[in-house]
């Protein structure tokens, strides 16, 4: 499994990574604060991947432009975590080389594979520790969310074959979806938002349409007639736009609302339509909802005011928002 954000790729590591790795895992001042000594060679570096970094959800941290290993992240779940946790619940662990240190590049990595953790793998809690000294792995863990749970003191480490301090830090998922942001898009942000409404629909929208009716949503979405006047609203999980949607203020109306795929059923739409809800809270909200949609928006308060039509190969059934109670965040989109 690889993951790619802005700048990185992470993948499982290789050994043909074994120079690359050796070049930014023998300074010392890289694995010996991390909790692993400097590397020795190439060979031992070779050794490494082959022992250690082929675990289990263990990724190269990668730059884009060139494929080149500057780092590394592993999630380690339940029994593999090195502080004993259920199988609900993972540690990560991450260092970079020191020429890339200062630039945000293991938050964005770490950031990547919480998603993964809570959106992909399902897990219930994440944890992170760092040993005294630190602060720079413990700045990457206040930026990424964690808070700080306790400390472990006279910690024998065999690795290192020295006793430290650790402290460790916690990030349930609550707290994770909490920390994401809800505001109005400016309109620079509008074009991300639209691309992002056509991915989501096709891939799990347009299985429902006519090719007519795929071609009609993308001419929606590239019409500045019909885009005139749409107020746009986002989620983000970070800087990253995980949900969008567009509502005509004049009439109540949501022309638009997706959220990525890889974030449904964590409440991210729920979130994002208690947003939109509470901007116009004193009249009612329509909406046409394609099928895939029904029940998510039948669940947040819509009933149906008309039975299935078709028009323009679109499928939509007409709805309107009742303003009974929200459900629990997590219980659909």
């Not at 070779?46 to 970094?53: D, M, N």
């Not at 910690?155 to 809800?182: C, M, N, Q, S």
């Not at 995980?242 to 795929?261: E, K, L, S, T």
């Amino acid at each position: 499994m690889t993951f790619e954000t802005d700048r990185l790729l992470l993948r499982p590591w290789e050994e043909t990574d074994a120079e690359s790795l050796y070049t930014y895992a023998k300074d010392d001042r890289v694995g010996p604060i991390a909790g692993w000594p400097a590397h020795t060679s190439v060979n031992n570096s070779r050794e490494i991947i082959r022992a250690v970094l082929c675990a289990p959800e263990t990724y190269a941290v990668c730059l884009k432009e060139d494929g080149r290993a500057i780092g590394s992240i592993g999630l380690m779940i339940g029994s593999r975590s090195n502080i004993g946790l259920p199988d609900t619940q993972g540690e990560i662990g991450y260092w970079i080389g020191v020429p890339f240190w200062g630039q945000g590049l293991i938050p964005e990595a770490v950031r990547e594979i919480i998603r993964h953790a809570f959106c992909d793998l399902r897990l219930e809690s994440l944890w992170c520790g760092y040993f005294d000294g630190n602060e720079k792995s413990r700045r990457v863990q206040e930026k990424c969310g964690f808070v700080y749970d306790h400390t472990n003191k006279d910690v024998y480490w065999k690795l290192t074959d020295d006793v430290r301090t650790e402290h460790i830090t916690r990030l349930p998922k609550a707290a994770w979806l909490d920390g994401f942001t809800l505001r109005a898009l400016t309109d620079g942000e509008i074009p991300a938002a639209l691309d992002l409404a056509w991915n989501v629909f096709s891939q799990y929208e347009s299985p429902d349409y006519s090719a007519a009716g795929t071609e009609e949503f993308r001419r929606c979405l590239r019409d500045d007639s019909y885009l005139a006047g749409i107020a746009y609203y986002g989620v983000f999980d970070g800087t990253s736009l995980v949900g969008m949607a567009g509502i005509r203020p004049d009439r109540r109306h949501i022309c638009f609302f997706f959220v990525d795929g890889r974030y449904h059923r964590l409440g991210v739409g729920t979130k994002l339509f208690r947003f939109i809800s509470g901007a116009y809270p004193h009249a009612p909200i329509t909406l046409n909802s394609s099928p895939y949609g029904l029940p998510f928006y039948k669940a947040v308060g819509f009933v149906p005011t008309d039975k299935e039509q078709t028009v323009n190969g679109i499928r939509f059934t007409p709805m309107r928002y009742t303003r009974k109670p929200i459900p629990e965040e997590g219980s659909m989109l």
